[in-house]
């Protein structure tokens, strides 16, 4: 129970109820065909914070992984 009211837990289920209200406010204003392919581009966005406020490894395999989800993308 005490793991319930950690400020770490709180803040990610705070973070996912902001997310799908975001989410829904999305599925008003655009057609599901267009909106959920950019939902593929959270992984990108968690590569650059993760470079760039975390310091993380730059690694090739991580990249290759960004080129193909940004391409996927385009292709749509």
Do not use: C, H, N, R
Request: a neutral charge.
């Amino acid at each position: 129970m005490k793991l319930i009211f950690d400020p770490f837990v709180l803040s990610g289920f705070a973070s996912a109820f902001i997310a799908s209200l975001f989410w829904m406010a999305a599925m008003t204003k655009f057609e599901i065909t267009q909106a959920y392919p950019f939902m593929s581009l959270a992984p990108a966005v968690v590569f650059v914070i993760g470079i760039v406020f975390l310091e993380e490894a730059f690694t090739i395999g991580k990249v290759v992984g960004l080129v193909l989800i940004v391409l996927g993308l385009i292709k749509y």
